[in-house]
């Protein structure tokens, strides 16, 4: 394989300020590159706020604030757009590499463990890295046809898994509408301090982590909202000992999304060891009122999500506190009723446990091949 320094395929671009100009408001996310800022998020910046904002022209690449996400992207959205001052912009030399290649091998784990060596700052937090050293970096250069077809077949396997993700949210629809259907009629209310006998979330305690043992779960866990177990943090049994009193899981609890992607439910399915962040609810159900499976599809119902909705706390970091988790309020009809319900949620989670096992496996094709095509 052929490596070339970075410098050698693009170069800082002049900066240009908004102004008083009206450009579209650009951002960048890890999953999506760059985005039209309407499409990913509520709120719009006000003009006055925009005239120091970057303009970005089509074609340039845009490395966000959090390198150490690899926060890059090529714009290829609109002719002119701007984006947060806190951005670079770079001139990119297309005659010797293929846009999607770029912005893949940039994101690349050996390009993320390169810009993890060369942080500085005291501060063990979104440290910066150096032009130079950011120039510097060495990236696979195969021909612009093997570039090509690096990228043709990694689309392809992320197709796959978006296929199966959409799969997972329609069965999570089904269950939604059939509650709905159920019970948006029960006249018997609960509120969740009243239906669980413990509601506090994860460890506040920043855990010694590990190469490997017992998983470490964060909210990117729970998205499918099913527990998932493919940790890339580890405990030791003697630290999993001292966190366990806190949370003291057993199959039939429910765990639930804070903080960020909130809103989030899993049932605890499995018998196994594991613990989690403080971003993640801890609920134990009190199963001689509430069934466990029916709590999870009440709280991720149309009117659970609204209330969590409303619920939430904050503007930079919207959060879920406990003490609103606590005031929640579920339709309670009869534990038979609950049971039944059970019955269909338990059938539309084979189709879901089918499905999520087809997405982990493209997902492990996908590291595959991003470890083949960019980490030699």
Request: net charge neutral.
């Amino acid at each position: 394989m052929e490596y070339i320094k970075l410098c050698e395929v693009i170069s800082s671009a002049k900066i240009e300020r908004c102004g008083a100009s009206d450009y579209p408001v650009l951002s960048i996310t890890k999953s999506d590159g760059v985005v039209l800022q309407s499409d990913k998020f509520k709120k719009r910046i006000a003009s006055r706020d925009t005239e120091q904002y970057k303009l970005v022209k089509r074609g340039q690449l845009v490395q966000g604030i959090h390198i150490d996400e690899a926060n890059f992207g090529i714009q290829s959205i609109v002719d002119i757009g701007i984006v947060s001052p806190a951005y670079k912009i770079w001139n990119v030399d297309f005659q010797k590499i293929v846009p999607k290649y770029l912005e893949t091998v940039l994101r690349s784990p050996r390009s993320v463990r390169y810009y993890s060596s060369k942080f500085n700052g005291s501060v063990k937090r979104r440290e910066r890295i150096t032009d130079s050293d950011f120039l510097a970096m060495e990236i696979p250069f195969p021909s612009k046809e093997q570039q090509q077809y690096a990228v043709d077949v990694l689309e392809k396997v992320c197709s796959m898994t978006t296929l199966y993700q959409q799969q997972l949210q329609k069965l999570d629809e089904l269950v939604k509408a059939r509650f709905v259907e159920m019970f948006s009629s029960c006249q018997h209310i609960a509120s969740m301090n009243e239906l669980c006998s413990i509601i506090t979330d994860g460890t506040h305690q920043p855990p010694k982590f590990q190469d490997n043992g017992i998983p470490f779960i964060f909210v990117s866990n729970l998205v499918n909202n099913t527990v998932t177990y493919n940790a890339e943090k580890f405990i030791s049994e003697e630290t999993y000992g001292e966190l366990y009193k806190r949370t003291p899981i057993e199959i039939g609890d429910l765990l639930l999304s804070t903080v960020g992607s909130y809103g989030h439910v899993a049932v605890v399915v499995e018998d196994k060891k594991f613990l989690f962040q403080r971003h993640i609810a801890y609920l134990k159900p009190k199963h001689e009122i509430v069934n466990s499976f029916y709590l999870y599809a009440a709280l991720l119902s149309p009117d659970g999500q609204r209330q969590i909705e409303e619920k939430v706390k904050g503007i930079a970091q919207k959060t879920l506190n406990l003490s609103e988790i606590k005031t929640i309020l579920i339709p309670l009809p009869s534990i038979e009723e609950q049971k039944n319900f059970e019955v269909f949620i338990k059938q539309v989670d084979k189709s879901k446990v089918a499905v999520q096992k087809a997405l982990d496996e493209a997902q492990l094709l996908f590291d595959s091949l991003m470890q083949t095509y960019f980490d030699e």
